[in-house]
């Protein structure tokens, strides 16, 4: 017989858990967009199902971010702290993937 409280429960954890991952992580790229360092990657040839900008575009990206991090009404310290607060969330982020892989692997904790 199933167990459906306990399939609540499971089902409730996963969520919140992947919601406190996923969330996490988006506000540390937000924290780092504001703080300065707006991660550009450069272009990667792919097939023609996934659109790729050119190196033109993503030079013009860059110098787009570049010239709004000028206008940044941001002080120094407030982006620094927006920087420290982003390497905060990433850390938190990867702190609770590997609580779950504790959690999954029972030789890491003796289950």
């Known amino acids: 017989m199933i167990d459906w409280i306990s399939f609540v429960i499971v089902l409730v954890a996963s969520l919140v858990g992947a919601s406190v991952v996923v969330s996490a992580y988006a506000l540390g790229i ?3 967009t504001i703080g300065g360092r707006t991660p550009v990657v450069a272009p990667a040839e792919f097939t023609d199902a996934i659109t790729v900008i050119s190196p033109e575009e993503a030079a013009r990206a860059a110098k787009r971010a570049a010239k709004a991090a000028r206008k940044s009404p941001l002080t120094d ?5 927006a920087v420290v607060g982003a390497w905060a969330c990433f850390a938190l982020s990867g702190l609770a993937v590997l609580y779950g892989i504790y959690l999954i692997v029972p030789a890491l904790h003796g289950g």
């Open 77 to 81: 310290g407030q982006k620094r702290a």
């Open 30 to 32: 937000r924290l780092l």
